[in-house]
């Protein structure tokens, strides 16, 4: 990566001590963000992804607990370790809504059902902005309408549930970027929307990234997402990154064996008639039991016995920009 | 917003009726007529009624005449403040309540208060530290609570009170000042005799509206909103108190429209072991003396009060929750 990251996320560990064991929710996890990119987080349900954004914002609930790596978020010319602040501490919250800012997958419930959608998004510019009621009110209404919602001076003191599924994720996006974040961390934000609606939002997020520069992390399962959004990819696998790239050869030459059999996966328009899908065997095995070496080992076609189930693979370079975590390429 | 409020109040002003209808006919239920008590109540004591002066009771109350006219003819004298005679006190049903009501008002609404006071922090607190030894300690006093009876609770309270502070906790007055007229020290003393009436009837409110309080704000606490607000860098404090609490204070709010007269009536027991001047003891005696114009008054005012309180909490409701406010239009 040629510029200097706006993100870099080392090693990141986070730990859920439960009753009936500790959950390693994310367990060494490390990519960059460049400033100006979209970095998909690619993975299936429960790999992490959700919890490493959370951990970027502090925001982990308990008994969730980072408890190794950095988090370092570049602010100017200097990188700030998020993960060493109080995460309820006065710069942390200065950081979270203003620099750091995110939406996520239900825009149903994701507003307060008892307060107007305007009061919400004024109260993120008045705690980060040195504005007046007023102006706050004006930059709302300003912000509604930049993201495309329609006659805003009435939307602004509607209730959420008065939103449709599309507007209210419109409105969540405007409350997000009303600070004018340098990274906006998007956890699934199309996941709960239909099909056109979804298209509109995408086109909008990459319209806004197009204006303000900021840097998007998009968590989602979804590759036909990922191949219209991303500039890069990491794929995450039971907590950890198992391959980062750009874009392109994630998908045109993807090297770990989780990466091409998701590729392998997921139906191709182009694909020839009547072609079967190939399903990667097994299932995800339990956070407690977790596998010893390459935690993929069970489920992967190439599977080096003795090696992949003594120890576990480091992240290391194949390519250009390309690092995989895989004995295949070492 | 007024036009919710108003078809509410019209709803109140309707069931205000239809209580004044329900104690018309206690006051008819007992068999014989007013009078006819009267006068052999009046007899068992030695004194005699003329038959003047019964004839003009007899024409006051519309005796013999239908029963709407003698509903509307005590209606009429209700409205103009005049609930009737209680025969038992032999005075008027106004003076014999007198004070009574305004204490009553004054013993509930502090325990009303010292509920919410006592349960709104600590019930946040329990659910924002689930599990903390706080929390436990909270459901372990909250449960105790529950389950001592509160005339008990007064009746251990009165005899520490009574062996360890030499005071007499009793009352709601010192004995020098029962009967005193109104001043500025008989309110002070007022003041000073009310925490632990106060504290005894709203122990039992405090302890359930804890585990209610902790319960809907534990729903509340996991919702995505709240991690909306956490990510746009508020303080833990003043966004809990912002997005989950004030969802989960729905409850409270809906309470108050029966939380008053359960007091009134629910107190009873307390009151006597108390020695609490409130209606509560004078309508059970009311009751068993058949004293009927002094108890229909008093289920009259409780039904008011009712309605009162509800009307209150339907308001604070919407002002909680705009949602409802939606769901009428």
Not at chain 1, 301 to 329: K, M, N, Q, W
Request: with cysteine; net charge neutral; proline share 6%.
């Amino acid at each position: 990566m040629a510029a200097e990251p706006l993100l870099s996320v080392r090693n990141l560990k986070t730990y859920f001590a439960q009753d009936e064991g500790l959950v390693k929710a994310v367990d060494g996890v490390s990519f960059d963000v460049a400033p100006g990119s979209t970095m998909a987080i690619v993975g299936e349900s429960g790999c992490g992804k959700s919890v490493t954004a959370r951990s970027i914002l502090r925001i982990v609930d308990r008994p969730g607990r980072i408890v190794e790596g950095e988090i370092l978020f570049r602010r100017g010319e200097a990188a700030t370790d998020l993960a060493t602040l109080d995460a309820n501490g006065a710069e942390m919250r200065a950081i979270r809504g203003a620099e750091i800012a995110l939406i996520f997958q239900e825009p149903m419930s994701s507003f307060s059902p008892v307060h107007s959608v305007g009061n919400q998004i004024d109260e993120a510019i008045l705690l980060h902005q040195a504005v007046s009621r007023r102006g706050a009110r004006d930059k709302t209404i300003e912000m509604l309408r930049r993201v495309g919602v329609p006659s805003p001076e009435e939307r602004v003191d509607q209730l959420s549930n008065q939103l449709s599924g599309g507007l209210r994720q419109r409105a969540m996006i405007a409350m997000a970027l009303s600070c004018q974040p340098t990274l906006l961390i998007a956890d699934e934000p199309t996941t709960a929307l239909d099909v056109t609606t979804q298209t509109q939002i995408l086109e909008l997020m990459r319209q806004l990234q197009k204006e303000d520069g900021m840097a998007i992390m998009l968590i989602t399962h979804d590759l036909g997402v990922v191949a219209e959004m991303a500039t890069d990819v990491a794929v995450m696998y039971l907590g950890r990154v198992v391959e980062q790239a750009p874009v392109d050869a994630i998908f045109h030459d993807p090297k770990h064996p989780y990466t091409r059999a998701l590729l392998r996966s997921i139906p191709r328009i182009r694909s020839r008639t009547r072609e079967r899908l190939t399903p990667i065997a097994g299932s995800v095995p339990h956070p407690f039991d977790r596998p010893h070496g390459c935690s993929f080992h069970p489920r992967c076609t190439d599977f080096i016995a003795g090696r992949c189930d003594a120890s576990a693979p480091e992240l290391g370079p194949a390519g250009p920009g390309h690092a995989v975590s895989c004995f295949l390429y070492e | 917003m007024l036009a919710y409020v108003g078809r509410r109040a019209l709803l109140a002003v309707f069931t205000v009726w239809a209580i004044s209808v329900l104690s018309f006919a206690i006051i008819q239920l007992p068999p014989g007529d007013y009078v006819t008590s009267y006068i052999a109540q009046m007899a068992s004591t030695g004194s005699v009624v003329s038959e003047e002066e019964a004839q003009q009771l007899r024409i006051q109350y519309g005796l013999g005449q239908p029963y709407y006219v003698q509903y509307l003819k005590w209606m009429n004298l209700v409205v103009r403040g005049e609930f009737g005679m209680s025969m038992e006190w032999r005075r008027p049903v106004t003076e014999v309540i007198g004070d009574r009501l305004w204490l009553t008002m004054v013993v509930s609404l502090a325990a009303l208060v010292l509920t919410w006071v006592l349960a709104l922090p600590i019930g946040i607190y329990s659910a924002v530290r689930q599990y903390s030894p706080g929390d436990y300690a909270a459901t372990f006093v909250g449960f105790i609570g529950l389950a001592v009876p509160n005339f008990l609770l007064a009746l251990v309270l009165l005899y520490f009170g009574f062996v360890f502070l030499n005071a007499h906790v009793g009352g709601l007055f010192s004995p020098e000042m029962q009967d005193a007229e109104w001043s500025g020290a008989r309110v002070w003393d007022l003041m000073k005799h009310l925490p632990m009436p106060a504290l005894i009837l709203g122990l039992a409110g405090t302890a359930q509206q804890i585990r209610i309080m902790r319960a809907n704000l534990l729903d509340e606490l996991r919702k995505p909103y709240v991690v909306t607000a956490r990510s746009k860098g508020l303080t833990e404090l003043r966004l809990i108190l912002k997005y989950p609490v004030r969802v989960a204070l729905n409850p409270f709010a809906s309470t108050i429209g029966y939380t008053l007269p359960y007091i009134v009536s629910g107190s009873i027991i307390v009151s006597l072991v108390l020695g609490l001047p409130t209606v509560g003891p004078l309508l059970l005696k009311a009751l068993i003396a058949q004293d009927m114009f002094l108890a229909g008054t008093i289920v009259l005012l409780l039904g008011l009060m009712t309605v009162i309180g509800t009307l209150i909490s339907d308001i604070l409701l919407v002002w909680i929750d705009p949602r409802i406010r939606l769901e009428e239009t």
